[in-house]
């Protein structure tokens, strides 16, 4: 049986060292606040879509990644 190996969004502002967990609602609100105009919700999915293959994106000034394994 597999265990729940749900990874977390984190993100940072690109000032910032540390990365800080955020939940999904949280990143739909800072991404909103980034593009103003844009699809949030679309691009959320794309973030956890990409991070899951271990990319760091970008949106304004906030990065967003999936957390690591450890």
Same mark, same amino acid.
């Given at each position: %049986?597999? =265990? ?5 969004? %984190? *993100? ?7 990365? *800080?967990?955020?939940? $999904? ?13 844009? $699809?949030? =919700? !679309? *691009? ?6 990409? !991070?899951?293959?271990?990319? +760091?994106? *970008? +949106? !304004?000034?906030?990065?967003?990644? %999936?957390?690591?394994?450890?």
């Amino acid at each position: %049986m597999k =265990k729940n190996n749900q990874k977390q969004l %984190m *993100t940072q502002f690109i000032y910032e060292k540390s990365w *800080t967990k955020i939940s $999904d609602e949280e990143a739909i609100r800072l991404i909103d606040d980034e593009m103003e105009m844009g $699809d949030a =919700k !679309g *691009t959320l999915a794309y973030i956890k879509e990409a !991070g899951a293959n271990g990319k +760091v994106i *970008t +949106v !304004g000034e906030c990065r967003f990644k %999936m957390e690591s394994a450890s």
